[in-house]
Structures are given as C-alpha cells and as structure tokens.
C-alpha cells in the first residue's frame, strides 16, 4: 500500500495525494486518472476533503479565546470565565431643575417622572458632540418648594440624574417554558445598566415586587429575587433568572415588566445643555436649569477585542482586588475610563504602606466626579478588597508634545506633490501619537516615529523630528502666592524654557511679563541647575532674577510663588515649554517623582501622567506656539 499523507492542506496537493495513492494500486497501475471520468472523481473527492479540512480548522480556531473570530464564539468562551461584556451605556449628566410655579398654584410638590423626555445639546465650544440627543431621568424625582413670595411658588428638583437614550419596556406573561428564562429584550443597544425588573404575580393578583440585578452567586440563596444579564449570541440582551437553588424560580402567572434605555453610547459625552417641554406646575411657570455634571461615561458596546483581551483578566481576579491588576481590571469592567494605573504605596516615593494609589484617566468628553471616586471606592473596591488597604485616587498630570517635523524628500521619485506629502506626514504623526499616546503608562519614543514617517516613501531622503515639551495651569489665574511645580521628567535642554504671557503686579504696577530661564554656570552644564527669571513682555528686560528654579537633569521646575492677574489673547491656562536634551531617546511617564515631602495627602507619581499631542493653533498674542508643524523640502 502507498504511503498515506493526511497533512496537506492546499486543494491540488490533496488531489495529487489521492491520484498517487490510486495510481500505486495494481487495480489502476496503468491507469489514464487525466483521461477519463476519473478524474472528476479525484475533483470532487479533492474538494471534499479540502473543505472539511478547511471546516475544522475554522471549528478548532472558534475553541479558543486567542483565536476565535465570531463574537458568539468569544461570547461563550468569556461565559465559562465568568466574564459578561460590557453593554452600550448612556450618557448621564446631573441637573438642578427651578421651577417658578404661576400665581395661584397650590400644590407643595411637582413630580417629574422617569419617562419625562430632555433635549440636550452641547455649547457651540465643546467638539466632542454634535446634534442632539435625548435624555429621561434615571427614575422619578420630586421638587419642593424652596421660597414663596406673593402667592407665587419656586420649586426645586434637585440632584437629577439624566440618562441619555430613550426608555423602553417589555412586557411577559411567564409560562412553563421560561421560569428560569431566559427572557431577550429585543434590541443590542440596552443599557444594561438601566435595566429595572418588576415582577406582578398574576392577572388577579397585582401585588408587584422589584427583582435586583446580580453580577455573581455571592450571598445569593434560593429565595434571592433576582436575575443575571447575559449577551445572546446575535447580540441582543437576555435576562436569566434563578432555579430555586440559586436565585428563585418565576412561577407560571407571574408578569415581569422590564424598563431599559436604548442608547446611544458614548456619542452623548460632553452634552451640556438640556431642555424639556413639560409643564410642572401649569402654563405660565418658568423653568431654569443648572447643569452640575455635563454628560459623561458613555460607552459603547465591548468590542470582540476588549472582551478577548479582558476576560481572562477578570477571571484571574476571582471577584477580588489583591493584586494591582486585579484593581485595574474591576475599574475597567465596572466603570467608564480611557486608562487606568495602579501602584501599591509601597512603590511610591516615599512608602506609604497600607495604601493603593489609583489613577483615572477620563474617556474624552467625560470627567471623573468625586462622586465617581466614592463610587469606585465603595461599590466595586470595597466589597472585594483587602480590609487594612485603603484607595487613595490621583488626578492625572498632562504633558503636552509639540512635534515639529522636516522632510526632505527627491521630487525625481515621487508624483506626490509638497502639499500631498504635508498631508500624509501629518497623517502619520496624528495616527501614532493616538495610537500610542494619549493614555497612562505610555512613552514617546523618537526613533519609532520617525521610522514610520520614512516608510511612507523611498523619496524621502531624510525627516528630522524637533520636539518641545509644555505643562498647562489653568487654576492659579487670580490666585495669592500659588506654587507651581511641574516635572517633565526628562533630561531638559538649557536655556530653552519659556512661557506664554500673563500681567502681574510687582511694586503696584501691572506688568505684562513672560518666564524664561537662565543657567547658574556659562557654558550651561546639562547636569545642572538654573535660575528662572521673569521679563517683561516687548523689553525683555529682567523684572525678578530669582522667580524659581530648574534642575536639567531631573526636569524638575520650582516656581515658590507665582501671581496672575489675567492671561493675554484670550488664553484659558498658563502654558510653561521647554526642549528636551538631544541625547533624550524618549519621553516617559514612569519615573517616579514626589513633592510636598512629609504631606501624606497629596502624592504625585509619574503614573499619573497622560502623553497628549499638542495640537494647539498659534496665539501670537496669547505667545502660544502652533502645535504639530510639518515642513517639507524638495532637494
């Protein structure tokens, strides 16, 4: 017999496998397979085995987490590690509602009920949005009275919590089929979040009672009302309830009512302005409405990589926070961020054991609320974590980049005009800086970019990258002796810091002024140390010779005591730039730094700083630099 090979995979070598194995049995030693109807057989069988062979190896692919392509496929594998994917999450925004009730009205309260519909809209400023977008109140509010003069009433529904989305419900009679469920609402972009269940025992019977969300089986005996949320194979959100083992069973008669958001995801974020046309205390009344939060933490569906990327993370963690990643990994399913960094107190400068530092960088258009922090600190650490361990939260620190990018390029190799390879290089800075930039725990590294933007063409004969690094302060304006003390923790370059202009009082007289340094040696050591000086604006000349101070080689800045009156050409913050060392390969936010040594409470490590591409317009006035230039050369 012929030796049998099994591991081709190619179409022809198996049908010339089968004709070598045919031909070498006496039967058909002589046999013409090209000439005949054989050869349609060899074709077929060919075919056969090529397409189970490539069936299986598609089957074998959709087994495992790493390598399965169908979202059904990552949905099944997730749910044996216990991993539910994040659903589209609405938009929520807070809101003060005053209403002036007309004269004449009696009533001592005004409701505003969950199905009540708000437009919202963001100011012409904020390019995170556009159009509009619904919102209706996370559930029913009341207002009461908070003055009285003449007969006329004002009202105020305070601490209103607006979801973005519009409210649905659905409607179930339970029978034999599904008192365990599971019970789909019919569309992928539920909020599961929003989701609320209410169960009516029967028809005759109308008492009702609100069944609760479950995320595990923890605490959860056979009489636990209450329902699990799952994500069906198409896509759609399904509701599973318990077997009277875990979790109780629905009886037959039972009518479940379920409300749920549809959303839009995070599309809503940054929506700041909201109106609505109901009547609360009759015609006439006036209403005003004061946003305390503007919309935030929307989100879209988990994409297939996040959930093969996280769900084995989540189940490593086992429902608990031990580990730092364990900390990273319950923040990121449970709660709305871009990043998150984590780092044990016994890894900050100086120690503070017992402590876990947590920093939190916002999804665009979003902000992170002090009651986001609580949030995180008691609903999703404190039921999982370590009793003696505390979270202590940092706000991130942003240093900005300013890349100035030369390409000199052969035009006897290229059909693409200047303006053309303007636009691609542009491209390929702005494509790498949101790629790898932008987020905690991320470096910039010279050589990686400009590797890229080489690639891009054989005419480029060489592309030189000039890079500026600055720190933006927007809370010192109008302030009394504020201490500023940024750390771009790179080796800087002396004699290139300035600052943009600001006016300040010195001796009683407002000066516009602008910060530069000055090294303490001529020539400057880079190892060194500096003076910063403050001149005045169009004179140069120097008004204080010791404003503050600058290490080189550390990139740390001191500035003991700074007052601003007011900021030149419209500007929102004070901006402090400065060129980093040539012998800088990269730019890092994971050196660690402290300041304000002996002061437990406030701890800033470079974990906490964002990389983000400046993308500033030129402000002569302001004294701000554009952002990302591009200059190209022909030779």
């Not at 990273?328 to 054991?353: A, M």
Request: aromatic share 8%; net charge negative.
């Amino acid at each position: 017999m012929a030796e049998l090979r099994v591991t081709e995979l190619d179409y022809f070598a198996i049908r010339q496998n089968l004709k070598n194995f045919l031909a070498s049995q006496d039967e058909f030693s002589d046999y013409d397979f090209e000439g005949s109807a054989m050869s349609v057989l060899l074709d077929t069988l060919a075919y056969n085995t090529h397409y189970n062979a490539i069936f299986s190896h598609l089957v074998a692919n959709e087994m495992f987490l790493d390598s399965a392509v169908k979202r059904a496929s990552i949905l099944s594998l997730a749910k044996s590690l216990g991993y539910t994917p994040r659903s589209a999450t609405g938009a929520r925004a807070n809101i003060d509602i005053e209403v002036v009730a007309p004269v004449g009205f009696s009533g001592n309260t005004i409701s505003l009920p969950n199905t009540t519909i708000f437009v919202g809209t963001s100011t012409p400023t904020n390019t995170n949005t556009s159009g509009k977008f619904s919102f209706v109140p996370l559930t029913d509010y009341t207002g009461t009275v908070i003055s009285q003069s003449g007969g006329q009433k004002t009202f105020l529904i305070s601490d209103v919590t607006l979801i973005e989305g519009t409210r649905l419900n659905k409607t179930v009679t339970v029978d034999t089929a599904i008192t365990s469920g599971p019970i789909v609402i019919p569309n992928p972009r539920c909020d599961t979040s929003s989701i609320t269940v209410d169960v009516i025992n029967s028809s005759s019977d109308p008492t009702t009672v609100q069944w609760s969300a479950a995320s595990n089986y923890l605490n959860i005996d056979n009489d636990s009302k209450v329902f699990w949320v799952e994500e069906t194979a198409d896509g759609l959100v399904q509701l599973v309830f318990g077997d009277d083992v875990i979790g109780k069973k629905l009886e037959v008669g039972n009518i479940v009512i379920i409300d749920y958001v549809v959303s839009n995801g995070k599309a809503a974020n940054g929506i700041n302005q909201f109106t609505n046309n109901t009547v609360f205390a009759g015609s006439g009344e006036t209403k005003t409405y004061t946003v305390n939060n503007r919309a935030s933490n929307g989100r879209d569906r988990e994409t297939i990589d996040e959930i093969r990327f996280r769900a084995p993370k989540f189940n490593a963690t086992r429902d608990r926070a031990v580990t730092k990643d364990d900390y990273k990994t319950l923040i990121e399913q449970n709660f709305s961020v871009n990043s998150v960094t984590v780092w044990g107190g016994e890894e900050n400068d100086p120690p503070i054991y017992g402590r876990v530092f947590i920093c939190l960088d916002p999804v665009a258009g979003s902000v992170i609320t002090e009651a986001d922090r609580d949030t995180i600190a008691r609903e999703i650490i404190g039921p999982r974590g370590i009793v003696s361990i505390q979270p202590n939260f940092v706000d991130p620190e942003y240093t900005y980049i300013k890349i100035d990018s030369t390409v000199r390029y052969d035009p006897r190799f290229t059909t693409r005009t200047s303006t053309q390879i303007e636009s691609a290089v542009r491209t390929i800075i702005d494509d790498h800086c949101d790629l790898n930039l932008n987020k905690l725990a991320a470096s910039f590294y010279f050589s990686k970019l400009s590797a890229e933007i080489q690639s891009d063409s054989s005419a480029y004969l060489t592309n030189e990258l000039d890079v500026t690094l600055s720190k933006r302060f927007s809370s010192l304006l109008n302030s009394v002796n504020y201490k500023l003390d940024p750390n771009f923790h790179v080796q800087l370059e002396p004699n290139t810091l300035f600052s943009t202009r600001f006016t300040t009082v010195l001796s009683g007289q407002t000066k516009t002024v602008y910060i530069d340094d000055v090294p303490d040696v001529n020539p400057p050591d880079p190892e060194g140390t500096g003076t910063l000086v403050l001149k005045e604006y169009l004179t140069d000349s120097v008004l204080s010779t010791n404003f503050g101070t600058v290490n080189y080689l550390t990139g740390k800045i001191v500035i003991p005591d700074i007052n601003v009156s007011s900021l030149l050409g419209g500007a929102t913050n004070l901006r402090i730039y400065v060129k980093p060392q040539n012998s800088t390969t990269q730019i890092s936010s994971r050196v660690l730094t402290s300041t304000q040594p002996g002061d437990l409470d406030v701890q800033y490590v470079s974990r906490n700083t964002i990389l983000k591409q400046d993308t500033s317009n030129v402000n002569d006035a302001a004294g701000i630099p554009p952002g990302t230039t591009v200059d190209i050369e022909a030779q």
